[in-house]
């Protein structure tokens, strides 16, 4: 189901849903999404979805953990609350109207490019999705009724500038893995088939959630998520109610629960705005990168993913809290999330990747 947001005249979000696909086609069917502001605990995992979406470049965000503890929610949530984006009117790509026209097939064609506000596309990836599906093919109706050779996009045009979500992603097909990773490292996709060939731009923030008993991730796809929380189920009973209380209340009366959440929207809406404003200004400077060179070395990551997306991490924390200069608290916040799955298996140390990170940032920051 894709997210959709529906608007006052003004801009502001009114009351999120998603569309619901029904036969005959996709028509918007009211199914309010859960506030994120409202959201009852999984701080890590709030943390790690406002910095994918203050600093994109980040690489997206991985989630997971036991069953129903609001993975889908958060990310849902989250796509509901981002304001919305300019983009060139007609563009099945939801083109930037300041960017290049020449990396897009559509603009590229030299007409006006006028710029229209869309809601920040979030598009499902489901796990049985076709090849053609993911990456667009042949439109089979043109072709016949009008003897026109033309491209129908597919998931990952739909995606571009947005979010692509996929739930339970630990289980996605390997060759689906192979077609994301190729885009995920270059920002294009490529397709060759059926006497097409064609190149669109589909740069995306890669969100994917799913539980660990239930299988891994192929070590390739898993190095492409900038971020990695890992949640639980509450373990005391005041989370526990509270969590029960704010989803009963929802579904008995899901637009008094928006409004009752309103303002805490707005707020975290323009606190988004203006780290996205502020990021550019963030300074990073060579002690905080020794740091980080210094926590990755002490961890054994391979390469230097593991310091940029650190770096990146940290900066765009810092920016959320209003800093303008990233500190050792933001490299020591964000590390867990950076740097946790990125860390080879040690026969000899028993403890978890999480517990790894926390011992190695108490050492490194404490000398």
């Given at each position: 189901?894709?997210?959709?947001t529906?608007r006052?005249r003004d801009?502001e ?5 998603e569309?619901?696909?029904v036969s005959?086609g996709?028509?918007p069917v009211?199914a ?7 959201i009852v605990?999984q701080?890590a995992?709030?943390e790690?979805l406002l ?6 470049l ?7 953990g036991?069953?129903g503890?609001?993975?889908?929610t958060?990310?849902?949530a989250?796509a509901?609350?981002?304001p ?5 009117a ?12 020449a990396?897009c097939?559509h ?15 979030v598009v499902?990836l489901?796990l049985?999705?076709?090849e053609?599906?993911v990456?667009?093919a042949l439109?089979?109706?043109r072709?016949l ?11 990952l045009a739909?995606?571009?500038r947005?979010f ?5 992603v ?33 740069r995306f ?17 898993l190095d ?11 373990a ?7 969590v029960v209380r704010?989803?009963?209340a ?12 309103a ?9 988004i ?15 905080a ?8 070395l ?10 940029l997306t650190?770096?990146r ?5 810092a920016?959320l809290d209003g800093?303008g ?5 933001h490299?020591a916040?964000?590390a867990?999330a950076?740097?946790r799955h990125?860390l080879r ?8 990747s999480t517990?790894?990170?926390a011992?190695a940032?108490?050492e490194?920051?404490?000398?």
């Amino acid at each position: 189901m894709d997210s959709v947001t529906a608007r006052h005249r003004d801009g502001e979000p009114d009351i999120a849903f998603e569309s619901a696909s029904v036969s005959g086609g996709t028509t918007p069917v009211p199914a309010p999404v859960f506030p994120f502001s409202a959201i009852v605990g999984q701080d890590a995992m709030r943390e790690a979805l406002l910095i994918a979406a203050v600093d994109p470049l980040i690489g997206g965000v991985l989630v997971l953990g036991d069953r129903g503890t609001g993975k889908s929610t958060a990310i849902r949530a989250l796509a509901a609350l981002l304001p919305p984006m300019r983009a060139v009117a007609g563009c099945p790509y939801a083109c930037d109207p300041e960017a290049p026209a020449a990396a897009c097939p559509h603009c590229a064609r030299g007409a006006p490019r006028r710029a229209e506000t869309r809601a920040v596309p979030v598009v499902d990836l489901p796990l049985g999705a076709t090849e053609d599906r993911v990456v667009g093919a042949l439109d089979l109706e043109r072709a016949l009724t009008r003897g026109e050779r033309a491209f129908e996009p597919g998931l990952l045009a739909r995606a571009n500038r947005g979010f692509l979500y996929i739930d339970e992603v630990n289980l996605l097909e390997d060759h689906l893995v192979d077609l994301l990773l190729d885009v995920a490292a270059s920002g294009i996709n490529t397709v060759e088939r059926e006497g097409l060939s064609l190149r669109h731009p589909a740069r995306f923030v890669l969100v994917g959630s799913g539980n660990p008993e239930e299988g891994e991730l192929r070590p390739q796809l898993l190095d492409r998520f900038g971020l990695a929380c890992e949640v639980a189920t509450p373990a005391d009973i005041p989370t526990r109610v509270a969590v029960v209380r704010a989803r009963d209340a929802f579904e008995r009366d899901p637009a008094g629960f928006h409004a009752a959440h309103a303002a805490a929207e707005r707020a975290t809406r323009e606190t988004i705005l203006a780290a996205r404003a502020r990021l550019g200004a963030v300074a990073v400077p060579d002690a905080a990168l020794e740091q980080a060179a210094r926590l990755c070395l002490a961890l054994g990551t391979d390469g230097l993913r593991g310091e940029l997306t650190l770096m990146r991490a940290a900066r765009a924390l810092a920016a959320l809290d209003g800093a303008g200069t990233v500190d050792d608290g933001h490299l020591a916040r964000v590390a867990p999330a950076a740097l946790r799955h990125r860390l080879r298996r040690n026969p000899l140390d028993e403890a978890g990747s999480t517990a790894r990170v926390a011992r190695a940032v108490a050492e490194v920051f404490s000398a």
